[in-house]
């Protein structure tokens, strides 16, 4: 694959929800290349959700193409073999986490990618380490808080050194210190993102461009100005920095 090359590339894809006459996606354009790192923030039911779960075949298109890796993909089996190679980090954590413990969880991946036990569980360690969760390893999964939750399943989708990831909502629950260090993570990979999220501040520090979504198309960044909206509060008892 050269530098430039289309890592995923959605043509004209047309879906509606099965029984509803809502054109969720309409003619949707959208290409992903090697080493893009691109941010896309639009209105709650937008599509955006929908458009990741097109990409990784949970939802199929009425008609268009979907192309990952060079390979246009069309029924399941298609889709199987990507599957393992984009992570994607669900909206909600709970779609992403089945396992009684967090190991089990995090192993998972590289288990099915067909490492030994020993070293599915070493990986799973390692990655808990990187995300600074290690003492999380035997927590039962569904116990833990939301934002805990949100950093397993990430976790759990790194483990699987994905070839791209789409993170939908990767911030959402989490705290302030967590998410500085999801930015230098997400900063320091050597991979393709496309990364939805309804914070300005987040998508600025780990994408190049910014793209939204309108009437079930995307909309880039040339056809958009994203613009901060400044306010002034009370001082607070909190500290904070403005910039
Ligand atoms: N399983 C479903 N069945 C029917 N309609 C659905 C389903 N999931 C989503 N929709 C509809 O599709 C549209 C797009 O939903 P989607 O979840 O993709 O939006 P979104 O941009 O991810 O929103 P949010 O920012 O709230 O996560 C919405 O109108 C929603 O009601
Ligand atoms: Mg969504």
């Known amino acids: ?16 929800y099965p029984g509803s006459n809502e054109k969720v996606l309409d003619h949707l354009n959208l290409e992903i290349k090697k080493g893009d790192r691109i941010g896309m923030m639009a209105p709650n039911g937008s599509g955006k959700t929908t458009l990741l779960h097109t990409i990784m075949g949970l939802c199929k298109p009425d008609s268009g193409t979907i192309t990952v890796f060079g390979n246009v993909l069309k ?5 199987l073999p990507v599957r393992s190679k984009i992570g994607l980090l669900f909206q909600d954590s709970d779609d992403q986490l089945f396992c009684p413990t967090v190991l089990d969880d995090v192993a998972f991946g590289p288990l ?20 600074g969760i290690p003492s ?20 759990a989708v790194l483990a699987m050194e994905p070839e791209i990831l789409l993170l939908d909502e990767p911030t959402a ?40 979504m309108e009437n079930g198309r995307i909309l ?6 994203i613009h901060r909206h400044e306010h002034i509060h009370k001082h607070g008892k909190q500290p904070h920095i403005h910039k």
């Not at 029924?75 to 889709?79: A, L, Q, R, S």
């Not at 067909?114 to 380490?129: C, M, N, P, V, Y």
Request: a negative charge; aromatic letters at 10%.
């Open 1 to 16: 694959m050269n530098d430039n090359s289309s890592v995923i590339k959605l043509e004209d894809i047309c879906f509606f």
């Open 75 to 79: 029924n399941e089996k298609d889709f």
């Open 112 to 131: 099915n990618l067909g490492f030994s036990q020993h070293d599915a569980i070493e990986i799973a360690r390692k990655t808990l380490e990187r995300l």
């Open 136 to 155: 999380f390893e035997q927590s039962v999964t569904h116990r833990l808080s939301g934002g805990q939750k949100r950093l397993v399943a990430l976790a």
């Open 173 to 212: 629950g989490l705290d302030n210190m967590v998410q500085e260090k999801l930015i230098n993570i997400l900063n320091g990979l050597d991979i393709s993102y496309f990364v939805i999220s309804h914070e300005f501040d987040f998508v600025k520090a780990v994408t190049d461009k910014i793209y939204s």
């Open 220 to 225: 880039t960044d040339d056809k958009i100005h």
